[in-house]
């Protein structure tokens, strides 16, 4: 099992791995997958899902006394990667003082309850969990009587042909005030799954396995079974997420915190983009929630006035050093990049930019130069959309270079019928004279010197990560050279 630094730094499992010998000591249904290697250590095939499963199941009895059964056919959870999940949302609720009555919600669930489970058990929290699947609400019902746990974790059945993820849980619970929800949403559309998966035929018409995938390319670091629920949805995560954005619109601070997993980088890009959108009114983040080679990350958002999530940004500094006046220099390439820089004490700045511009410069020039030429128009798709969503944004426009168009943002997602698509667009108008659009992203920036150089600390204040560190190589390219 993969472990590594990257972990969060509360996770016991980032400096102790499961120790497999121990392991396999303790208990023999566990010893049943492991191998005995040359140099005395103890091995256990990835590959197998079998034996994932079953280090699974191990993991939460020895260390969250939890039984917890998990059908074969279905996802199998990676106990430190939950764990690292929850630490993150409890940074967040510790931050914001949120230390009691903590009450969250967990967006499909699965079978294995995993994270209500372990919310609960570890954290205290109490849990309405819902999913769409009857038979894993069924399961994650007998995991949660089977540790005697049905006074913390309710779980609850939603019908998933429904748009809105949220709205009918929380509507049907008017005098509860909820602290977070989570999700881990599947991630794929219909055609990324028949390219990735292969239908398991040992287990049922509904099952998928990545097994099969060795003759196409090289063989997965684990084999990947899952039910067809918990792998594919119309519109693959990136509609999932929307949809919960599209509910927490509305409900806003009836839940204080959303936050979901997102599996795919890509998918962050739209997200950032839908939610960088409402302005003044949503706080959002994104940390990165890697286990060894599985990159995922966790997006956040509030728009409770009163809420911060900076705190789990704490480790977000990062720091290079450059030859002096580093912070003349660098106040020239802020500015020079149109963003904006004050200086909050003598030797530090705090520095913000309303749009993206320190990336694809070369591909912006060719954009501009394409722009002002007299280009036939852009081709649209052959169909008519089933769906259409329209939102008034306050960017600055700029962002209509990209394939959107005269968009800001317009993502169109693919339904069951091939004549029709579902489109979300965001339309870029003016603001209105003396309105003010709000930064993408806030940067706090120390400078210390000594006799030979300075040293340029950023902290990330407001923002998506990504761009801090995107804006910390462009800067370190430019005054390091
Ligand atoms: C990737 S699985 C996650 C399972 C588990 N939470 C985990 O992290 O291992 C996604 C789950 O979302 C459920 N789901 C799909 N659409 C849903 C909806 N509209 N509302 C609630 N759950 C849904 C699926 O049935 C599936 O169990």
Not at 131 to 142: C, I, L, P, T, W
Not at 297 to 314: C, I
């Amino acid at each position: 099992m993969a472990q590594g630094n990257e972990m969060h730094p509360r996770n016991p499992y980032r400096d102790k791995p499961p120790d497999f010998k121990a392991l396999a000591i303790e208990y023999p249904e566990f010893r049943k997958f492991c191998q005995y290697v040359s140099n005395g250590k103890v091995t256990l095939d990835f590959r197998k899902d079998a034996a994932v499963r079953c280090l699974t199941q191990t993991l939460l009895k020895k260390d969250f006394s939890l039984n917890v059964n998990l059908p074969a056919g279905h996802l199998v959870p990676r106990v430190p990667q939950k764990l690292n999940y929850c630490l993150l949302i409890d940074d967040i609720l510790q931050a914001n003082s949120i230390t009691s009555n903590v009450v969250g919600i967990d967006i499909g669930t699965g079978t294995s309850c995993i994270h209500a489970l372990i919310g609960a058990r570890h954290f205290g929290w109490k849990f309405v969990a819902t999913d769409g699947d009857e038979n894993s609400v069924q399961v994650a019902h007998e995991n949660v009587a089977r540790n005697e746990m049905g006074d913390s974790i309710c779980v609850v059945h939603v019908n998933p042909a429904v748009k809105t993820v949220l709205m009918d849980v929380i509507n049907s619970m008017p005098d509860s005030e909820f602290s977070f929800c989570m999700c881990n949403p599947p991630f794929f559309e219909k055609s990324d799954k028949e390219e990735r998966f292969c239908e398991e035929p040992s287990l049922s018409n509904e099952t998928y396995s990545n097994s099969f995938d060795f003759d196409m390319r090289s063989a997965p670091h684990s084999e990947t079974i899952a039910s067809s629920a918990e792998l594919y949805v119309e519109g693959g995560e990136v509609a999932f997420v929307n949809r919960i954005i599209d509910d927490s619109v509305c409900l806003r601070d009836r839940i204080k915190f959303y936050t979901t997993m997102i599996g795919r980088k890509s998918s962050l890009k739209p997200l950032l983009h839908r939610l960088e959108r409402f302005g003044e009114n949503v706080k959002f983040l994104v940390h990165p929630l890697n286990q060894g080679k599985t990159k995922r990350w966790m997006l956040a958002w509030t728009f409770a006035k009163e809420m911060t999530l900076n705190t789990a940004l704490k480790n977000s500094s990062i720091s290079f050093q450059c030859p002096k006046p580093g912070l003349v220099k660098l106040m020239q390439e802020i500015s020079r990049l149109g963003g904006r820089w004050s200086q909050e004490q003598p030797s530090v700045l705090v520095a913000e930019f309303k749009s993206v511009t320190w990336t694809n410069q070369r591909a912006r020039r060719k954009a501009n130069a394409l722009l002002s030429e007299n280009s036939a128009k852009r081709a649209r798709w052959n169909t008519s959309s089933v769906a259409c969503e329209a939102m008034m944004g306050n960017g600055d426009g700029k962002d209509s270079y990209t394939n959107a168009g005269n968009f800001v943002y317009s993502e169109s997602f693919k339904t069951s019928d091939p004549a029709a698509v579902d489109t979300s667009s965001q339309a870029y108008f003016p603001l209105p004279s003396g309105v003010t659009p709000r930064p993408i992203v806030r940067l706090r920036i120390q400078v210390e010197s000594d006799d030979k150089c300075d040293k340029l600390s950023f902290e990330l204040i407001s923002g998506a990560k990504q761009h801090l560190h995107q804006i910390v190589q462009y800067l370190k390219n430019l005054l390091c050279r």
